[in-house]
T-cell receptor, first 117, second 115 residues
Framework: EAEVAQSPRYKITEKSQAVAFWCDPI?????LYWYRQILGQGPELLVQ????????DSQLPKDRFSAERLKGVDSTLKIQPAELGDSAMYLC???????????????FGEGSRLTVL | AQTVTQSQPEMSVQEAETVTLSCTYD???????LFWYKQPPSRQMILVIR??????QNATENRFSVNFQKAAKSFSLKISDSQLGDAAMYFC????????????FGSGTKLNVKP
């Protein structure tokens, strides 16, 4: 069964260090999302890609966060420098394009849990 | 912008009993998707059930069913014969057709299942 792959599953870092998360969406999914989720809360959209283009990064703290999807397939989310408040789960998700075969749902990866010390 | 509201931060149910989780949403669109997602502790978020707004029949997936009230903009999830494995955070989500790639999530309901 097709899955959204994410790595690493867990990352512990010290504040001011750089961290990076990787995501490989389901093959053929043009839309890729990065969400941040604080424990016990709903996911918050950080950035949304359509193919290789950013279509929504309004909630991305651009002074320290960056995201890219250079070839329109896999994607990397980077934080530099990490701050204590960045401790959270970072979820990647993908969705197919509008069409008959699209069931409409969002497919999530297992997430990358970041702890900043 | 569309909003999704889950007014029950936490609920508990006895094993084998039935529980209903509430969700309301606000939209001006006539056609859209609604979803319930389940997120067990430290595990992946997975789809429980989906409903397409143009379908009048309520969706059902085994022990999970929804009560979709389009006029009231209500989309509740009923879990029958609750099992210990149902313990998780449950998120209600909305996807419109106008802005097809935008999802809106509720704040979640934590479901505890008591043995």
């Amino acid at each position: 069964e097709a899955e959204v792959a994410q790595s690493p599953r867990y990352k512990i870092t010290e504040k001011s260090q750089a961290v990076a998360f990787w995501c490989d969406p389901i093959s053929g999914h043009a839309t890729l999302y990065w969400y941040r989720q604080i424990l016990g809360q709903g996911p918050e959209l950080l950035v949304q890609f359509q193919d290789e283009s950013v279509v929504d990064d309004s909630q991305l703290p651009k002074d320290r966060f960056s995201a890219e999807r250079l070839k329109g397939v896999d994607s990397t989310l980077k934080i530099q420098p990490a701050e204590l408040g960045d401790s959270a789960m970072y979820l990647c998700a993908s969705s197919g394009s509008r069409g008959v075969a699209n069931t409409g749902e969002l497919f999530f990866g297992e997430g990358s849990r970041l702890t900043v010390l | 912008a569309q909003t999704v509201t889950q007014s029950q931060p936490e609920m508990s149910v006895q094993e084998a009993e039935t529980v209903t989780l509430s969700c309301t949403y606000d939209t001006s669109e006539s056609d859209y998707y609604l979803f319930w997602y389940k997120q067990p502790p430290s595990r992946q978020m997975i789809l429980v059930i989906r409903q397409e707004a143009y379908k009048q029949q309520n969706a059902t997936e085994n022990r999970f069913s929804v009560n979709f009230q389009k006029a009231a903009k209500s989309f509740s999830l009923k879990i029958s014969d609750s099992q210990l494995g149902d313990a998780a955070m449950y998120f209600c989500a909305y996807r419109g057709l106008y802005n097809f790639n935008k999802f809106y999530f509720g704040s979640g309901t934590k479901l505890n299942v008591k043995p």
